[in-house]
Protein backbone atom coordinates (compact mmCIF):
# COMPACT_ATOMS: atom_id res chain seq x y z
CA UNK A 1 0.00 0.00 0.00
CA UNK A 2 2.39 2.23 0.93
CA UNK A 3 4.43 1.92 -2.52
CA UNK A 4 1.21 2.38 -4.38
CA UNK A 5 1.21 6.33 -2.43
CA UNK A 6 4.83 6.77 -3.35
CA UNK A 7 3.81 6.43 -7.04
CA UNK A 8 0.56 8.55 -6.85
CA UNK A 9 2.10 11.32 -5.09
CA UNK A 10 5.38 10.91 -7.37
CA UNK A 11 2.48 11.02 -10.61
CA UNK A 12 0.95 14.49 -9.05
CA UNK A 13 3.97 16.37 -8.05
CA UNK A 14 6.32 15.18 -10.70
CA UNK A 15 4.80 16.00 -14.50
CA UNK A 16 8.16 15.68 -15.83
CA UNK A 17 8.06 12.05 -15.24
CA UNK A 18 6.73 9.96 -18.18
CA UNK A 19 6.86 7.05 -16.15
CA UNK A 20 5.71 6.09 -13.05
CA UNK A 21 5.52 2.53 -11.89
CA UNK A 22 6.22 0.16 -9.41
CA UNK A 23 9.37 -3.20 -10.30
CA UNK A 24 9.72 -5.63 -7.63
CA UNK A 25 13.75 -5.09 -7.85
CA UNK A 26 16.07 -3.24 -10.57
CA UNK A 27 16.32 -5.98 -13.47
CA UNK A 28 12.68 -5.95 -13.43
CA UNK A 29 12.52 -1.96 -13.90
CA UNK A 30 15.51 -2.26 -16.26
CA UNK A 31 13.26 -4.89 -17.97
CA UNK A 32 10.84 -2.46 -19.12
CA UNK A 33 12.09 -1.25 -22.13
CA UNK A 34 9.11 0.53 -24.14
CA UNK A 35 8.84 3.12 -21.01
CA UNK A 36 9.98 6.98 -22.13
CA UNK A 37 12.13 8.82 -20.37
CA UNK A 38 12.52 10.27 -17.75
CA UNK A 39 10.96 7.53 -15.50
CA UNK A 40 10.90 5.96 -12.17
CA UNK A 41 10.21 3.32 -10.59
CA UNK A 42 9.27 2.56 -6.74
CA UNK A 43 9.93 -0.49 -4.83
CA UNK A 44 10.08 -1.74 -0.86
CA UNK A 45 13.61 -2.04 0.11
CA UNK A 46 13.06 -3.85 3.22
CA UNK A 47 11.73 -3.67 6.55
CA UNK A 48 12.62 -3.83 10.33
CA UNK A 49 11.00 -3.89 13.56
CA UNK A 50 12.06 -2.97 17.46
CA UNK A 51 11.29 -4.48 20.39
CA UNK A 52 7.98 -5.06 21.81
CA UNK A 53 7.29 -2.04 24.21
CA UNK A 54 5.14 -4.09 26.57
CA UNK A 55 6.55 -6.72 28.99
CA UNK A 56 3.32 -9.02 28.71
CA UNK A 57 -0.17 -8.92 27.04
CA UNK A 58 -0.17 -6.33 24.15
CA UNK A 59 2.11 -6.45 21.73
CA UNK A 60 3.17 -2.90 20.37
CA UNK A 61 6.00 -2.67 17.65
CA UNK A 62 7.70 0.48 15.90
CA UNK A 63 8.90 -0.87 12.33
CA UNK A 64 10.93 1.09 9.81
CA UNK A 65 10.28 1.00 5.95
CA UNK A 66 12.62 1.54 3.24
CA UNK A 67 11.24 2.44 -0.06
CA UNK A 68 13.38 3.05 -2.86
CA UNK A 69 12.70 5.59 -6.29
CA UNK A 70 15.04 4.57 -8.97
CA UNK A 71 15.12 7.24 -11.21
CA UNK A 72 16.09 6.66 -14.94
CA UNK A 73 17.39 9.66 -17.57
CA UNK A 74 18.10 9.10 -20.91
CA UNK A 75 20.71 11.25 -23.27
CA UNK A 76 21.89 9.62 -26.53
CA UNK A 77 23.86 12.94 -27.19
CA UNK A 78 25.53 13.13 -24.18
CA UNK A 79 29.26 11.71 -25.28
CA UNK A 80 30.36 12.13 -21.59
CA UNK A 81 27.57 11.53 -19.14
CA UNK A 82 28.19 15.44 -18.12
CA UNK A 83 24.99 16.42 -19.38
CA UNK A 84 23.04 12.98 -18.38
CA UNK A 85 24.31 13.76 -15.25
CA UNK A 86 22.76 17.21 -14.89
CA UNK A 87 19.19 15.80 -16.37
CA UNK A 88 19.89 13.35 -13.46
CA UNK A 89 20.33 16.06 -10.94
CA UNK A 90 17.11 18.21 -11.91
CA UNK A 91 14.88 15.20 -11.66
CA UNK A 92 16.22 14.64 -8.26
CA UNK A 93 15.71 17.59 -6.97
CA UNK A 94 11.87 17.85 -8.30
CA UNK A 95 11.40 14.07 -6.83
CA UNK A 96 13.01 15.10 -3.59
CA UNK A 97 10.37 17.95 -3.20
CA UNK A 98 7.70 16.18 -3.58
CA UNK A 99 8.67 13.11 -1.04
CA UNK A 100 10.93 14.88 1.67
CA UNK A 101 9.16 15.47 4.65
CA UNK A 102 6.02 14.37 3.41
CA UNK A 103 3.39 11.89 5.51
CA UNK A 104 1.50 8.65 2.81
CA UNK A 105 -0.85 8.78 5.33
CA UNK A 106 -1.59 9.47 9.16
CA UNK A 107 -0.33 5.62 10.09
CA UNK A 108 3.51 6.48 9.06
CA UNK A 109 5.84 9.38 9.72
CA UNK A 110 7.05 11.46 7.64
CA UNK A 111 9.18 10.11 4.73
CA UNK A 112 13.09 10.94 5.40
CA UNK A 113 15.83 11.05 3.00
CA UNK A 114 18.23 8.22 4.06
CA UNK A 115 20.54 7.96 0.75
CA UNK A 116 21.37 7.69 -2.69
CA UNK A 117 23.66 6.02 -4.61
CA UNK A 118 24.43 5.69 -8.39
CA UNK A 119 23.43 2.22 -10.12
CA UNK A 120 24.79 2.29 -13.88
CA UNK A 121 25.41 4.40 -16.66
CA UNK A 122 25.18 2.72 -20.28
CA UNK A 123 24.57 4.24 -23.52
CA UNK A 124 23.35 7.71 -22.30
CA UNK A 125 20.99 5.85 -19.91
CA UNK A 126 22.00 6.74 -16.29
CA UNK A 127 19.87 5.17 -13.69
CA UNK A 128 20.37 6.49 -10.22
CA UNK A 129 18.16 5.10 -6.81
CA UNK A 130 17.62 7.63 -3.59
CA UNK A 131 16.07 5.57 -0.56
CA UNK A 132 13.34 7.14 1.91
CA UNK A 133 12.51 5.87 4.96
CA UNK A 134 9.51 6.05 7.28
CA UNK A 135 8.01 4.50 10.48
CA UNK A 136 4.72 2.87 11.60
CA UNK A 137 3.25 1.33 14.60
CA UNK A 138 2.22 -2.34 14.45
CA UNK A 139 -0.01 -3.27 17.32
Not at 3 to 10: H, K, M, S, W
Not at 58 to 63: D, E, F, L, Y
Request: hydrophobic share 50%; aromatic share 8%.
Amino acid sequence: MLRDLVIARLKAQVPALKRVGMAIDLAAAKADASAAFPRAYVMTLGESGGANRYLSGTVAQKRSVRIGVVLMVKNVRDTTGAATASDMDALRLLTDAALFGWEADAAHSPLIFARGSLLGLAEGELWWQDEYTTEFDRR
